[in-house]
């Protein structure tokens, strides 16, 4: 049967006035049969209530699930409590697998000492030296294209390296950055990538923007250095610092505590923050982009 827009209106005509008839809704006591309530309706007014009923009922469901721990039992969800259970879980793992390994080593040992033969030592476990290769005659030969890269590599180093030495606090661009450390910029060489400011043993350092730790380690003069990622193609890094307060990958906000400063080295005397502002893989300089 074909669809044509007269038999659509005939069709709608025959039904639109069964929307308009009234039915009446009665509630009677199944003994006495005495009305106690009765409710009169018409197929548009169901209509409405079973459909603001039905969007009524998805509403409430999805609160529950959104904001109850109902929300814990939707396959594929976890939360918190479920992660650190499962490290709790995988830590107990691996210290069982330990216990029944050294159980198995005793037991081991055991067998030997039975059947009279000696318990190996410490130094049995220990990987023997590959003695297959004399590094010692290992000849290093430099070629021509690693000592054209070491050329260019110290060709922009030198043009990368900026003169900071100038401090006039003249703003270029704004950002909105925070101070990183509350001090007072200090004078550094011409070959001095980022500035050093002046601060306090343990003083605060913070984050100038919202970003992301890139990087944290420790030096080998076991200062520490923490490196964050921001948006716009920023990277900021904090060096010279005396404790770190975040790990990598965690996200930070602007202004927030990242660390302590307040460390001294070869080029201050004084507990100082070596502080460093790159763009888009280049070094620039702080000051045209922070006011102290």
Request: with cysteine.
């Amino acid at each position: 049967m074909r669809f044509t827009p007269k038999r659509i209106r005939r069709k709608w005509k025959k039904i639109y006035p069964q929307f308009k008839h009234k039915h009446k809704l009665i509630v009677m006591d199944a003994e006495t049969y005495v009305e106690k309530f009765s409710l009169t309706l018409t197929g548009r007014n169901l209509f409405t209530i079973t459909g603001l009923s039905i969007i009524g009922l998805i509403i409430l469901t999805t609160i529950l699930i959104a904001f109850t721990p109902l929300r814990e039992y939707i396959p594929g969800y976890s939360s918190t409590e479920q992660e650190l259970l499962t490290y709790q879980n995988k830590v107990k793992l691996d210290s069982l697998e330990n216990y029944i390994r050294a159980q198995e080593i005793m037991i081991d040992n055991i067998r030997l000492v039975i059947s009279g033969e000696d318990i190996p030592g410490v130094d049995d476990f220990l990987r023997s030296e590959d003695t297959s290769l004399n590094y010692e005659n290992i000849e290093l030969k430099t070629s021509k294209q690693d000592s054209l890269f070491r050329l260019i590599v110290e060709k922009e180093t030198k043009e990368s390296t900026i003169d900071y030495t100038g401090i006039d606090n003249k703003i270029v661009y704004d950002y909105g950055f925070v101070i990183p450390v509350v001090g007072k910029p200090m004078k550094t060489s011409k070959e001095h990538i980022g500035i050093d400011i002046e601060a306090k043993q343990n003083q605060e350092v913070r984050a100038i923007d919202d970003g992301v730790v890139l990087m944290c380690y420790n030096t080998t003069e076991n200062k520490k250095i923490i490196l964050i990622q921001h948006s716009r193609s920023f990277v900021s890094a904090y060096k010279n610092l005396e404790g770190l307060l975040k790990l990598r990958g965690e996200e930070v906000r602007k202004g927030e505590v990242i660390g302590l400063a307040g460390g001294s080295g070869s080029c201050q005397a004084s507990p100082y923050l070596h502080f460093e502002l790159w763009y888009d893989s280049q070094s620039v300089n702080p000051l045209d982009y922070i006011k102290f």
